[in-house]
C-alpha cells in the first residue's frame, strides 16, 4: 500500500501494513454520531476500539507502526461486522508503558517512599511502597535494590512519570508483588509476549507437558521463569527464545526429543 493512499481496513486484515498508510473505516448511516474510542477490552456493540500502531485521522485510521493489521469483530461476531477493534501486530522491541499493561520491572533505587524500577522504557517508573498488600508505614515490604516487582500501570501517559501498583481496584495483590529470588529473568520481543499470553497458546500448553515450572510474563518484553532444577530452567527458556523462529511443527519435533530423553 503506497504511503498516504487509503484503502478498506477489512480488505488489508492480515496484511503488512506500514506508517503513513490510511485505513478507511466503513460507514453507516444508522451509526451516525458513533465515535473512534481509544482503549482496551471488549468493544460495545457497533463501536470501534482503536489499538496499538493505530491513530485516529480525519477519514479513518493513520497507521504509525510497520506490522500486521489485525481485528477481532465485536462481541466475538463474523469478521465484516460493525464495530470491533483493529490494532498492529509489530514486532517493536522498545516497550512504551500502557495504563493497565502487567510488567517485569527491577528495583534500581529508593527514594523516599518510592522505588524507582527500570521497565525497559524511556524512563524509570516509580512505585509507592503503599502500592503492596497489607502494606502500611509500619508493616513496610522487604524491597531491595536488584529485586525483581511484577505489578501493573496506574499512569502512563506522556506528560507524566509511570506509576505503577501491585494492588487491584479492591486492594488485593492477585498474583502481583515481588517476584521469588530464584530463576531466571530473559526478555523477548513484544511480539512473542502477546502469542504466549494469548487464551489458550499452544506453546504454554506443549511446554506444561514437558516440566513443571512457574512463568510471570510481562507486556514490556520480560519473562521470568523457574523450574525444579536449573537444567530444567535453561530448557525452557531457550525453548520460549527459539519459539519466535520455529514453526508448530518444528517446535513439537524438539518438544518430543526433550520428552525422550
Request: aromatic share 6%; glycine share 14%.
Amino acid at each position: 500500500m503506497a504511503a498516504g493512499s487509503g484503502a478498506p481496513a477489512e480488505a488489508c486484515v492480515g496484511q503488512v501494513v506500514l506508517p503513513g498508510d490510511v485505513l478507511l473505516l466503513p460507514t453507516h448511516p444508522e451509526d451516525d454520531g458513533e465515535r473512534l474510542r481509544l482503549g482496551a477490552g471488549a468493544a460495545p456493540r457497533g463501536r470501534l476500539l482503536c489499538g496499538p500502531g493505530l491513530r485516529r485521522c480525519a477519514t479513518g485510521l493513520l497507521v504509525t507502526k510497520c506490522g500486521l493489521l489485525r481485528h477481532r469483530p465485536a462481541g466475538g461476531g463474523a469478521a465484516g461486522t460493525a464495530g470491533g477493534a483493529y490494532w498492529v501486530d509489530s514486532q517493536q522491541k522498545r516497550y512504551v508503558p500502557v495504563k493497565g499493561d502487567h510488567v517485569i520491572g527491577i528495583v534500581t533505587a529508593k527514594a523516599g517512599d518510592v522505588f524507582k524500577l527500570d521497565v525497559g522504557g524511556s524512563e524509570q517508573a516509580s512505585l509507592s511502597y503503599l502500592a503492596f498488600e497489607g502494606a502500611t508505614k509500619r508493616n513496610r515490604p522487604n524491597v531491595q535494590v536488584g529485586d525483581l516487582i511484577y505489578g501493573q500501570f496506574l499512569v502512563a501517559n506522556k506528560d507524566m512519570e509511570p506509576e505503577m501498583v501491585c494492588i487491584d481496584s479492591s486492594g488485593r495483590s492477585s498474583g502481583m508483588g515481588l517476584i521469588g529470588q530464584d530463576g531466571f529473568l530473559f526478555k523477548v520481543s513484544l511480539g512473542l509476549i502477546r502469542k504466549l499470553l494469548a487464551p489458550k497458546c499452544e506453546i504454554i500448553q506443549e511446554l506444561s507437558q514437558l516440566y513443571p515450572f512457574e512463568l510471570v510474563l510481562g507486556m514490556n518484553g520480560r519473562i521470568w521463569v523457574k523450574a525444579k532444577t536449573v537444567q530444567q530452567t535453561l530448557i525452557i527458556v531457550n525453548i520460549l527464545e527459539a519459539c519466535e523462529y520455529m514453526t508448530a511443527e518444528q517446535r513439537k519435533q524438539a518438544l518430543a526429543r526433550l520428552s525422550g530423553n
